[in-house]
């Protein structure tokens, strides 16, 4: 799904550049881009629904921006860059490798922007041509992310066929055909690894990365992963160096140590190259607990309600305007830990409506009503992860994890209150398990 998705970005490019401006292009640059913020010239940003991406920024340097400008598109009344811009929508959504996929142009805001980017599966695509260069940035899912939102059973069905039988109680995995079949599955299900680059003075710094293929590097058997080890090179990463990687599934976290063999590239279409890193094979897999905090379900409803603006309702890492209006999000806390919450919204949505507080790294208030307080639970806390659940062919249900933050003594006061009240629903459950069992 990632190089399928990867090849329709860049076969709408070429296409919208060639068919609306006369011009070929001489060259594709692509980049993974890393957790934070970015300056980006934009032209248009597009939404679509019922395909792989969701949404897709367009942008150019100023000299394709003034050659877009002198042209007229199909339509009297239609402009260079509608033009390019519908023609890129039209070919994407003809490439996309899904059923039925829609989509609309949200905006053709010309000028410099700031985006906010996750780090996973965030991808910059650069278009060389004569006249200027044509920017896109989208972040794409993986199988796993695509497949989960839409509810299915396809994780559960990998699992079984690829992984142990008792995989989720065992601390490791060493037969060699059980760590073959655990690196088929990481393939198949475009799974997020996450590797642990030694830095300078006993620091490490993460990097995301996807397994792509086995292949050979020099000779030797490895393992090619879409990632960009650039910057991790010069900075001192080796041949045969040792690489922490982690990968999560279900409430499990899967470690093993890679070695470095190089970078490399995996060829996509139209002569686009994608980076990459060759490691060799783990030999043992270790299984650990994934969450650092208990997480208890919540049985009982209780409400919540998310504040967000269009900016951010505090200070913002990102450097975000203040509060300019309100969006409320309401939903039900569904489990809950010390150190964050999973949330399900009240209502179903064909999801047309775009709502602030469902984006990634949106830091946002979080208003818990708990039964034992007469007034709600305020908390800061930053989307982690916004997915959908198809409830029908036309309906969907909105799930958010977030993650609390401590910005002031309030805070601190907040959490202590989760804190007792996921200790003593712990406790509850535990002395209705030991009464039951005395029973018998």
């Known amino acids: 799904m990632l190089l399928k998705s990867l090849n329709a970005l860049i076969v709408a490019g070429d296409d919208a550049l060639l068919t609306t401006c006369g011009l070929p292009s001489v060259g594709h640059h692509i980049s993974q881009v890393q ?14 629904k019922g395909g792989a991406l969701q949404t897709v920024h367009l942008g150019s340097d100023s000299l394709l921006c003034g050659q877009l400008a002198g042209l007229v598109g199909s339509t009297s009344d239609e402009t260079g860059i509608e033009a390019l811009t519908n023609r890129f929508l039209q070919q994407l959504l003809g490439e996309l490798d899904t059923r039925n996929p829609r989509g609309r ?25 004569g006249v200027g260069q044509l920017f896109i940035m989208a972040e794409v899912p993986s199988r796993m992310e695509m497949e989960i939102a839409q509810g299915s059973e396809y994780l559960q069905t990998m699992e079984s066929a690829y992984m142990p039988r008792d995989w989720g109680n065992r601390q490791s995995i060493d037969n060699p055909l059980a760590i073959e079949n655990f690196l088929v599955f990481l393939r198949k299900v475009e799974g997020d ?3 642990e680059i030694p830095g ?8 995301s990365g996807i397994l792509l293929d086995k292949g050979t590097f020099d000779g030797e058997r490895g393992l090619k992963f879409c990632t960009d080890f650039t910057a991790a090179t010069t900075a001192g990463l080796r041949r045969g160096d040792e690489v922490r990687a982690a990968v999560g599934i279900d409430d499990r976290s899967l470690q093993f140590v890679l070695r470095y063999l190089g970078e490399g590239t995996h060829s996509l279409t139209n002569g686009a190259e994608l980076p990459c890193a060759f490691f060799e094979p ?14 208890i379900p919540v049985l009982g409803e209780i409400p919540v309600v998310l504040h967000c603006g269009e900016g951010s309702n505090s200070t913002s890492p990102w450097g975000d305007p203040n509060i300019v209006t309100q969006s409320l999000y309401h939903g039900t806390l569904a489990d809950l830990s010390f150190s964050g919450a999973r949330v399900v919204a009240d209502e179903v949505t064909d999801g047309s409506v775009d709502i602030p507080c469902l984006e990634v790294n949106r830091r946002i208030v ?7 307080l007469e007034e709600p639970l305020s908390l800061i806390g930053v989307v982690r992860r916004s997915t959908s659940r198809l409830i029908d062919r036309n309906q969907r249900q909105q799930e958010l994890g977030l993650e609390f933050l401590i910005v002031g003594d309030n805070d601190r006061v907040a959490l202590e209150h989760v804190r007792q009240f996921v200790l003593a629903e712990q406790r509850a459950r535990l002395s209705q398990r030991i009464h039951v069992s005395g029973l018998s």
């Open 193 to 195: 690894v996450y590797f």
């Open 366 to 372: 979080c208003d818990i009503h708990f039964p034992d």
């Open 105 to 129: 142009v949200k905006s053709l805001d010309i000028g410099p922007m700031n985006l906010v980017s996750r780090g996973l599966r965030s991808f910059g695509i650069r278009f060389e041509t």
């Open 282 to 295: 783990p030999e043992t897999v270790t299984i650990t607990q994934r969450r650092l905090a208990f997480r």
């Open 35 to 48: 957790q934070g913020s970015l300056t980006f010239p934009a032209l248009g940003e597009l939404r679509i």
């Open 200 to 207: 300078g003075e006993d620091c490490s710094c993460l990097q």
